[in-house]
């Protein structure tokens, strides 16, 4: 885990294996964060949601049966109005426009990303530079 300060707030970047044990140490991470910030039970609760179902996309669809090697970064942004959140994988990658409308993505577990839209004030999903990998960051007003 690694911290960095700047006039605009803290940054906490953590990276996990890519395996679903290893999603505690996200939200244990969170909470230390949400202390910083005071949020209420509720705010985090929703936040160690969405932060969950992120990660757990990660860890379930990145790398496939070779998820032992990947490994998932998180990234904490908490600023003054604001928390963003940032999950990265350099697995296979996810298209959200290719999901839509298969009902199968729905019927393991494919509420995630509604999940995460209904919960943050902003989302952005997309691939990383290269094409390789995934990239779900979302943001929620603190104010």
């Known amino acids: 885990m690694t911290t960095s300060t700047s006039s605009d707030g803290v940054t906490v970047r953590l ?7 290893y999603i505690t140490l996200c939200r244990l991470a ?3 964060i949400g202390r910083l910030r005071e949020l209420s039970d509720e705010l985090l609760a ?12 990660s860890v379930r669809h990145a790398y496939g049966e070779t998820r032992d090697v990947g490994v ?3 990234s904490f ?6 928390l963003v959140i ?13 999901a839509k409308g298969h009902s199968d993505e729905l019927s393991e577990g494919g509420l995630g990303i ?3 839209r209904a919960i943050a004030d902003e989302v952005e999903i997309g691939v990383l530079p290269g094409g390789k990998g ?10």
Do not use: Q
Request: cysteine-free; hydrophobic content about 45%.
């Open 15 to 21: 990276t996990i294996p890519a395996r679903a044990e």
């Open 30 to 32: 969170l909470t230390g």
């Open 46 to 57: 929703d936040l160690k949601l969405a932060l969950t179902e992120a990660a757990s996309n």
């Open 72 to 74: 998932v970064e998180i």
């Open 77 to 82: 942004e908490l600023h003054s109005d604001r």
């Open 86 to 98: 940032e999950v990265t994988d350099e697995g296979e990658g996810f298209d959200p426009a290719a």
């Open 114 to 116: 509604a999940i995460i």
């Open 134 to 143: 995934s990239r779900l960051r979302f943001a929620k007003a603190l104010i």
